[in-house]
Every structure is written in structure tokens, then in C-alpha cells.
């Protein structure tokens, strides 16, 4: 008899471990497509991770929101790996990295800037298209934007503030807001406004006044909360967090193509050295050189850019590019739905 207890007791180590194997499904079994993107991206990503795992089972998208200058830069300076890159600037991708780090991106979706605020903004209940850059100066009022150096949302901000400036026929709109408040300054030169960013941690904003943070999607709760009256952010992340947002005027909204000759006037040179250019909300994609999954990477932009990818962004309140524009060499799977840029 005990030989007998001994010998099931043995089998029993033995085979538990193999039958545990067997029985059950590791999530280490399942591919990781990681995703670099822009902070904007957050939702319309989201629903697109949703649905693109439940057709593709055996795959775990892990997704990181960021600036999309630090987005980039994720990838050409920090060595970090991906698999799929989103910016809310397309022009990100063939400034920092093609060719070394890719060599084609597809420009996918349009956005435009609005300044979101809620019920419990101060003035809320004033602001509109034509003053609020009047509700701004005013001494009480605390406005916020996300760092020209890590973000375009950022830097689009600085441009929206200056073409406000030639809009309104008002020349001091740039330096009550900015210039009075922050280290950031504002130059002109042979018709063009040139904004040279001094380091991040040199920027000091007045906290009274103004709230800068690394990634736009950083300033909503401050806005929930009451720590900021108002904000500058995409008109599609305005939506999709409930906010109320003053439509601004599409000669300094930077999202109409009828008025690029106007939005080209303005610069931001970043601390990097890198110089952003107005021009339309253009949001871009790629798959990184090195991706570890390269052809499933190009399986998620089919799906962005297809037309269940495209449903989502429009649900979001983000218009697509409709077909999507290729640019460089793009893939061969893609081609039938893109048009060469």
C-alpha cells in the first residue's frame, strides 16, 4: 500500500505541471503589438484596440499616449521599440524620422484647435468666437496649453494666439497672453513670426496665470477640477470629454487647407532645433524600420485607415482623410486604400 501512495504522489508532481500547461492559455502566448501615439489618439485608439483584438484573438495591443514630439522621440532617441506610430503632426515622421527610422507614412485624419472650458469657467457665460482672447487677459482668468517642445498640440497653441493677432487686428494679443506670462518670445522677421522655445524648464510660467504640461490630455482633469478656466486643445478631444469649447475663426483654427497661405507665417523652433511650420492639422502613421511585427503593424494601420477605422474617428468627432494620403514607400498591402501624396 505504500508503495502504491509513493508512486501516485510521483506521478502526481510529474504530471501536474504538464496538465497545467496544457489546460490553460498564457496571455505570454498571445503577440504584443505596441503602440506609440499621440495623446489625441487616446479614444479614437482605444475603440480601434477594442475591435481589432476581438478579429484578431491570439494579439495584445499595449498602447502608449504621449506628446508626439516625445512620441518620436521614443523611438530616435530613448531606443525604445514599436510596432505602430501615431502623430497629430505627419510632418513628425519624415523630419525625425525618415529615413533612419522609416521610410513611409500615411497622413490619415484632420483635427483643428478650439479653447474647451466648462460651465464653472470664469465668464463661461461671455465668451465667444470674437472676445475670448479679451476673457483671457483678464487678471483672474487661468489658461492653459501643453509644451511646444514635447507637443504639437503646444505649438499649434502659440501659432493660434499669434494668427490672432493679424485676425483681430490687435498686436499685443500674443504678448499679453504669452510674452507676459511666460520666457517664451515671439519675433518677426521678413513677414514670418518666429517663436525659438528656450528649454522647458526654462519656459516659467506665471502659475497664476498660465498651466503648461508635457501632453494637452494632461489638462483635462486640471480643467474638471476648476485649476484652469480654459484650455487649448483639438476640437475632437473637446468633444469627446463632454467639454463646451469657443470655435475659433478658421483663418487662425488651423484646420482649413483655404487658409494655409496665412498659417504658414508662423514658427516654433523647439530647443531640439526642429522648427515646425503652420500649416493644416494632419494627423500621420507609420511602422517603424525595426518594428518586431512588422506586418501586423501594417494590419492595425489597414484597419485605421479602413473603413471601420475611419467609422471610429468620424464617431469620435475626428474627420479622416478620405482615402487616406501614402507617402515614401509605403506598403504594398496598403496600396489599395491610399492615394500616393
Known sequence: MKKIVLLLLVCSVITSPISGCIGEKTPSEKVVLKVFHAGSLSKPFEEIENQFEKAHPGVDIQREAAGSVLTVRKITELGKVADVVGVADCSLIPSMMIPEYADWYIEFAKNEIVLAYTDKSRYADEINSDNWYEILRRPDVKFGFSNPNDDPCGYRSQM???????????????????????????????????????????????????????????????????????????????????????????????????????YRKIRVKRVTGEISTGK??????????????????????????????????????????????????????????????
Open 160 to 262: 493660434v494666439i499669434q494668427l490672432a493677432e493679424l485676425y483681430y487686428n490687435d498686436p499685443a494679443i500674443y504678448d499679453d497672453l504669452i510674452e507676459k506670462n511666460t520666457a517664451m518670445r515671439m519675433t518677426f522677421e521678413n513677414g514670418t513670426y518666429l517663436l525659438v522655445m528656450p528649454g522647458s524648464e526654462d519656459i516659467n510660467p506665471n502659475t497664476d496665470r498660465v498651466m503648461i504640461r508635457s501632453m494637452e490630455m494632461e489638462l483635462i482633469s486640471a480643467l474638471e477640477n476648476g485649476d484652469i478656466d480654459y484650455y487649448f486643445i483639438y476640437r475632437s478631444v473637446a468633444k469627446q470629454h463632454g467639454e463646451k469649447f469657443v470655435e475659433l475663426p478658421p483663418q487662425i483654427n488651423l484646420g482649413s487647407v483655404e487658409y494655409k497661405d496665412m
Open 280 to 341: 493644416p492639422i494632419v494627423y500621420g502613421i507609420t511602422v517603424p524600420k525595426n518594428a518586431p511585427h512588422r506586418d501586423l503593424g501594417i494590419e492595425f494601420v489597414r484597419f485605421v485607415i479602413g473603413e471601420k477605422g475611419q467609422r471610429v474617428l468620424e464617431d469620435l468627432g475626428q474627420p479622416p482623410i478620405t482615402p487616406a494620403t501614402g507617402n515614401g514607400n509605403f506598403p504594398e498591402e496598403l496600396v489599395d486604400l491610399v492615394r500616393e501624396g
